[in-house]
Each structure stands twice: as C-alpha cells, then as structure tokens.
C-alpha cells in the first residue's frame, strides 16, 4: 500500500486529471475555503500519471458538484473526469465537456466591455477560437482573454 | 485501509494537527503554488483527529523546511507538528515553538507604522500579549494584529 496515494473516499466527488497546477483553482471554483469546509477535502498535487505525464486530483467528501462548477473546470482542466462516488463505489464517471461557447462563467478583461458596465445586465459570452490549449474571445469587444483562472466569475 | 485518509511518503515533510481551515496559508507559507510544484504536495483539509476535533495537514515529498518557515506555521497553527520522513521513515518530529516575540515575520496593520515605511528600513516586531489564541501587538506602534495569517510577509 505504500505507493498509493488516493485513499479512496465513502461519499462524494473525485475530481481526477486536473491539469497539474490548477488544483487550488478547482478548489476556488467548488468554494473551499470561501463556502467553509464542512467535509474532508484532499488536493494532491503533481502526482504522476500514466496517461499524461502529471496531474492534480482533488477530493471532496459527502458533496457532489453542480453544473455551473462543473463547466467551470472544464474550462481550466480540460481533461479532468468527475467521479460521483457512493458508499466506495465510483457510481458515475464522466469527462468534464469542452465548450463550444462561454456563457455566463469568465469576466472579460477589457474594462470598457459592455459586460463589465455595472449598470448593464449584460453576461458575458465568449466564443472558442482555439481549443487545446483553450483560447476565448469576447462575443461583444472581440477582446482575447488572456488568463481564463483569473477571471472566473 | 479504507478508513486510512493519510499515505505515507517516501522522503519529505509532512505538518499535522493544522489547526482546522489553515491549510492553504501553510501551503503560502510553503511557497505553493508561488515558487511552483515540483514534487508531490498533499493537502487534507477538515480530517477527523483524536487528539483535536478537527485538523488540516499538509504533507510536501522531497523537501524539507526552512526556520523561518517553521516559525510562521507557529504563528497560524500553534499545535502543528512538523515531522520529517526520510525512506518512509520519520526521523525528527517536532512541535512547532510559540514565539515570545515575533520579529520580521508579519507585517503591522497601521500603514502610519515606521515598519512600513519604504525608505526605514526597520524590521517589523511584535510582542505577544495572549498565547492562546496568539495577540501579537507591535513593538513600535502599540497596534494589535487583527489577522495574522493575511499579513504573514
């Protein structure tokens, strides 16, 4: 048992494949620490990894994740795959989804976009110009996002 | 071993009994993600512990710590023990040490303070005035720290 260094959990969601480094990212965007940690939380970070060479996990017991954080991810750890587990049994396993347009989930960086005027209901849209890596661009001012962790919503 | 949250390590340090929601200001203490992720880094936040109700740990493979580290985990965690593992081994274990006084380690709140005047260069020194939960009050001028581990330097 030495080597192994995913305990599996009873309950709960394992968010495997992350992108090595966007960990604490994940961990952002499911709430921790913002929310309160009611339920062990694992991150580990730079495991090695048989199908791409390192990776990230991160483990939340007793909670499963809704759709908005799970887009979310998608977006900064393209290849991570979501584990639903239940009484130790992984009962649903599944690719997070690359999207084909951004509604709703980054800020666009350009200041004077019409989706940062605070007075204007606008959300913010973003078209996929390039998918691995992820690039995006405004739907409104043409703007490319520079740095998609920074600017989730 | 299903009940079994904490793998061992081969070489490294692991910190326990992170008093509970401190996790991630060790890991900035650590220099994670800052200084970048070169080997394996655990997190556990929120672990049932016998000895407390509730602890984080923070467990870092190849790497060692440095005082000045170790003396600012003890500022934001007073019950952490740090224990070094060498071939799976642990080979020191030690508590981390109350300070009696805190010199150049956070920074003063009042930004009228001398120690937070660009060109003094003055050190930043506190003075213990409770233990527990740690107050540290400034040396200079007399301002208590509202929130140590934000203004950990």
Redesign the interface.
């Known amino acids: 048992?030495?080597d192994?260094?995913?305990?599996?959990i009873?309950n709960g969601t394992v968010i495997d494949h992350i992108t090595?480094?966007m960990a604490?990212n994940v961990?952002k965007i499911i709430g921790?620490?913002d929310t309160g940690?009611?339920?062990?939380?694992?991150?580990?970070?730079?495991?090695?990894s048989r199908k791409v060479k390192w990776k990230d996990i991160v483990k939340v017991e007793d909670r499963e994740l809704d759709k908005s954080q799970v887009d979310k991810i998608a977006l900064i750890a393209p290849n991570a795959t979501i584990n639903i587990i239940r009484n130790?049994n992984v009962v649903e396993k599944h690719s997070v989804e690359p999207p084909k347009e951004v509604v709703g989930l980054v800020r666009c960086e350009n200041p004077n976009c019409i989706t940062n005027k605070p007075r204007e209901p606008v959300r913010s849209r973003f078209s996929v110009t390039c998918r691995d890596p992820l690039k995006l661009k405004c739907h409104y001012c043409d703007r490319e996002l520079g740095d998609i962790a920074k600017n989730l919503l």
């Open positions: 048992m030495r192994v260094k995913v305990t599996p009873k090595p480094g604490l961990l921790i620490p940690v009611q339920s062990t939380v694992s991150v580990l970070m730079h495991v090695p130790y």
